[in-house]
């Protein structure tokens, strides 16, 4: 066995694999929302998958600040392919005659999560000062109170930097020995299948006691913006609530995850490749009529497209081929190369 499949953690390239096929579904399910079921468990996956997306990116930095360096290259690298991503998707849109419409820091769809995971990469060397829980209740106060700021928004990716900053935290403080400590206990897993099931039966059956509460879930615009709360002042409360739900949930989930190297174990490895070129072949799909097309078809044959089609475009865009084409348009090398 070479030392580099050695030094892997198995585990996080299955959770990431498991998360980045669920980050497909959620995307493609906001298209199908004529189907009811479709509907309600993407609402479902985007409830907790993009914390535990971030917990785990924050669980991975804490090797970015080390030896009193700050690894600039990853940053540049985030920032570059933040603009590669912007550039394809309106060049994307500009193909299909929607006009080339480029604005570089108003982070409207996926592309926000790389631009904010640059700006968490800076504030590594602060979040190492500061005592955890004080960061920790600090982030959880900043996340619930910029919602109340209308100009807190999706520019530069503000709102959601301050909305999903507690998850990266927690991840950073989290150790590998806690991680372990807490997939070990056997009874958490069976509380995690008590968990999920009963979540999923809420989703299904009691959609309409959620509906103001997934307002809060996606993070990217005030609570004065989102039409589903009765009230912008419940706004705050509701996020409160969204962050223990989305810690409980992919807790649960997380423990569900196999530890040992599985068949999927290589797209774990591959998941920022698969997040950014996904986006492009569902944007290409919607503006050549295709997720249109579909609503001609039964909602049992769409939901068959959503999931089945999910799993699919993450194995097929999870191959090494597109991997050398990802890395050639993240510039990684580049950057390391010239920071040395």
């Known amino acids: 066995m070479k030392g580099s499949e050695r030094a892997r953690d198995y585990f996080i390239d299955n959770l990431k694999a498991v998360l980045i096929v669920l980050v497909i579904i959620g995307h493609f399910s906001m298209k199908y929302d004529w189907v009811p079921a479709v509907e309600r468990l993407g609402k479902l996956i985007y409830t907790f998958h993009m914390p535990c997306f971030v917990f785990v990116s924050g669980y991975l930095a804490k ?20 603009v590669v991503f912007e550039v394809l ?3 994307v849109k500009w193909c299909f005659g929607g006009g080339f419409s480029f604005k570089l820091f108003y982070a409207s769809q996926a592309p926000w999560y790389l631009l904010s995971m640059a700006v968490w990469y800076l504030m590594v060397p602060f979040i190492e000062r500061i005592r955890p829980s004080w960061m920790l209740a600090g982030s959880v106060a900043a996340g619930v109170l910029a919602g109340y700021i209308d ?18 935290i927690l991840g950073f403080y989290v150790t590998g020995e806690q991680l372990r400590k807490f997939l070990n206990r056997k009874i958490l897993r069976v509380a995690a299948v008590v968990v999920l099931a009963g979540t999923l039966f809420l989703y299904l059956f009691r959609y309409d006691l959620l509906r103001s509460f997934l307002g809060v879930i996606f993070g990217a615009v005030p609570y004065s913006q989102i039409d589903a709360l009765p009230s912008a002042d419940l706004g705050g409360p509701f ?15 997380m423990q569900m995850v196999p530890r040992k190297k599985t068949w999927f174990s290589v797209l774990g490895a591959r998941t920022l490749q698969v997040y950014v070129l996904h986006v492009v072949v569902r944007n290409v799909l919607i503006y050549c009529g295709f997720v249109d097309w579909c609503r001609i078809l039964p909602g049992e044959i769409n939901f068959l497209l959503v999931w089945g089609g999910s799993i699919l475009l993450a194995i097929l865009l999870g191959n090494p081929l597109f991997e050398k084409v990802f890395h050639f348009l993240e510039g990684g090398r580049l950057f390391g190369k010239l920071l040395k």
């Not at 301050?162 to 990266?168: A, H, I, Q, S």
């Not at 996020?239 to 989930?253: E, I, K, Q």
């Open 239 to 253: 996020r409160l609530l969204w962050y223990g739900a989305a810690v409980l949930l992919f807790a649960a989930v």
């Open 89 to 91: 998707l309106s060049l």
């Open 151 to 168: 100009r807190i928004g999706r520019d530069f990716s503000m709102s959601r930097n301050f909305v999903y900053l507690p998850f990266f």
């Open 63 to 82: 090797r970015v600040h080390k030896d009193g360096k700050l690894r600039a290259d990853k940053i540049l690298s985030f920032l570059w392919l933040y």
